[in-house]
């Protein structure tokens, strides 16, 4: 008997999971068997390997075969097992030679000629690779441009299964094998901001007026606080949401190609490294909420607005409008970071660590807060702030009303102060913040847990006699916490030790206590 171990990846949910395909060559009747939990497309593999090894010319072994894919626990799904089977029946019958293949893992679909197909999700099975410590990754050429930003990791292209015997036995040319190793060139303006001529973020410069709600967005993105806004329709709401990725710190390196792993899964394609903006993702109200939190079709996962929207901004638009189970749903991203999906038989969770803009009409009709000009009827006015439930509002730290701007605003010839020079008071405080948190789990004001912030993170005394006395009026002690997250953020905007009396009472306006907020 001969073997041959073969590095395999299969994407489960937006991660990728290394395997590993083992092959066992034995004498006995011609035959093949796979073992370790092989789902419909894995089983017809088989085939599509048997008919690509013959199609590139290599003798496929007139022997019996037993393929075991491990670790057992990890669910093997979907083509991309189809390569590294092959080059493990080529390697186990001794036509290929196994010094390359401990460094490298092999990832596509074969098609009967033998030709190289993409596998779904390739960046975040590159990715997988990268973290295994494999040295190479070999992919489908028409997709190995796409992930040649990925560093520490060669990845190389290959056409067909052909091209990769021939790179493994050193028979390849240049002109066979696409190789893209780490420190690709990087694309043409590039700089920390990612290339800013092919993405165009909505500068805070565009916005008119609208002093407070421009304020409200620097605090929510100093401290990731999530943000909910009321306003007549056309007042600005969705101009101001949409600067929110403009005020946000850069996304890391890492956050970055996970963020790019994520939307080559849902099959969007974007190159890692492309831009370190954070993500802005806007679903229509009538999203289902498997649209808005993800679905599975056949073992494969498509993740839905709350991951796509991972390191970045959920925003809902007329969120009254969106169904309950969608809005309900966004609970548990909100505690955990993550959408724990069951369905069709998969089970699993997704990132989904995103900061929530809100908007909302006042009423059904719009018009609630132009004097006269509303017809709605009681009921269906409160009905219709009710699909807004107190446990998913309770999640939100900064509620605002936003005006129309005065017509001086509107014709004003002075400039707006711009997203950047907001950016870098933002990034000054979220600096204060990583210092005061170093060495906690915890990245901004916003993620501080309750215990943690009653027992460590007090105001000075005059900041306490404020929250006391709103305490007193209040009942509702979660509430109070916001608040107090809200005056960590205002005292690291604001350069300073500890939030007192002024930053809590801003604090307090943020929240919305002195406004009914719908
Ligand atoms: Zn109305």
């Known amino acids: 008997m001969s073997l041959a171990t073969v590095s395999g990846i299969v994407v489960n949910g937006v991660r990728g999971e290394l395997v ?60 991309g097992l189809d390569l590294p089977l092959a080059v493990g029946v080529l390697a186990a019958s001794g036509e290929l030679p196994h010094t390359e293949l401990e460094a490298t893992a092999f990832l596509g679909e074969l098609g009967l000629d033998g030709k190289l197909h993409r596998a779904q999700g390739t960046l975040a099975a590159v990715l997988a690779a ?91 993105a100093a401290g990731g606080h999530h943000v909910a806004m009321v306003g007549s329709p056309g007042v600005g709401k969705t101009l101001l949401a949409t600067r929110l990725p403009g005020l946000l710190p850069a996304l890391s390196e890492e956050e970055s190609l996970e963020v790019a792993a994520i939307h080559s899964v849902a099959g969007l394609s974007s190159m890692p490294g492309a831009t370190r903006r954070p993500p802005f993702q806007a679903p229509h109200h009538s999203a289902s909420s498997a649209s808005l939190l993800g679905a599975v079709h056949g073992g494969r996962v498509t993740p839905g607005s709350a991951t796509l929207a991972h390191h970045g901004v959920l925003f809902l638009d007329e969120a009254p409008e969106f169904c309950r189970p969608a809005l309900e749903g966004l609970r548990q991203p909100l505690e955990s970071g993550h959408v724990a999906l069951h369905r069709a038989g998969w089970r699993g969770s997704l990132p989904a660590r995103f900061q929530l803009v809100l908007a909302a009409n ?60 907001v950016r870098e008071r933002v990034e000054a405080a979220r600096e204060r913040t990583h210092r005061r948190l170093a060495g906690s789990p915890w990245r901004c004001n916003a993620q501080i847990p309750t215990g943690q912030l009653r027992s460590h993170w007090k105001p000075d005394s005059g900041g306490a006699e404020v929250l006391q006395e709103s305490e007193r009026r209040s009942t509702n002690l979660r509430g109070s916490d916001r608040v107090l997250r809200m005056a960590w953020t205002l005292a ?27």
Not at 31 to 43: E, Q
Not at 168 to 184: F, R
Not at 493 to 516: K, M, N
């Open 130 to 220: 990268r973290s295994a410590g494999l040295r190479r990754v070999v992919v489908s050429s028409d997709v190995a441009a796409d992930v040649a930003g990925v560093p520490d990791i060669d990845v190389w292209g290959a056409a067909s299964l052909g091209q990769v015997c021939r790179l493994l036995t050193g028979q390849g040319s240049d002109a066979d094998v696409e190789s893209t190793t780490a420190g690709h060139p990087a694309p043409e303006h590039v700089d920390e901001e990612g290339p800013q001529v092919r993405l165009h973020v909505p500068d805070l410069a565009d916005v008119r007026g609208q002093a407070i709600p421009r304020w409200a967005l620097e605090v929510a």
């Open 492 to 518: 690291d905007l604001a350069g300073r030790d500890r939030p007192g009396r002024h930053e809590v009472t801003a604090a307090l306006t943020l929240r919305g206590a002195q406004t009914s907020w719908l």
């Open 362 to 421: 006042p009423c059904p009709c719009g018009m609630r807060m132009t004097p006269g000009g509303c017809s709605c009827p009681p009921m269906s006015v409160q009905r219709y702030a009710s699909r807004l439930s107190g446990p998913l509002m309770d999640r939100i730290d900064i509620r605002l009303t936003v005006q129309r701007p005065s017509d001086g605003e509107l014709q004003s010839t002075v400039p707006a102060e711009s997203s950047a020079v």
């Open 20 to 79: 590993r395909v083992e092959v066992a060559v034995s004498d006995g009747l011609p035959s093949i068997g796979i073992v370790g939990l092989p789902d419909a497309s894995v089983s017809e593999a088989k085939s599509r390997a048997r008919c690509a090894v013959d199609s590139s010319g290599w003798p496929w072994p007139n022997k019996r075969i037993t393929v075991s894919l491990s670790p057992a626990e990890v669910r093997k799904h979907g083509a």
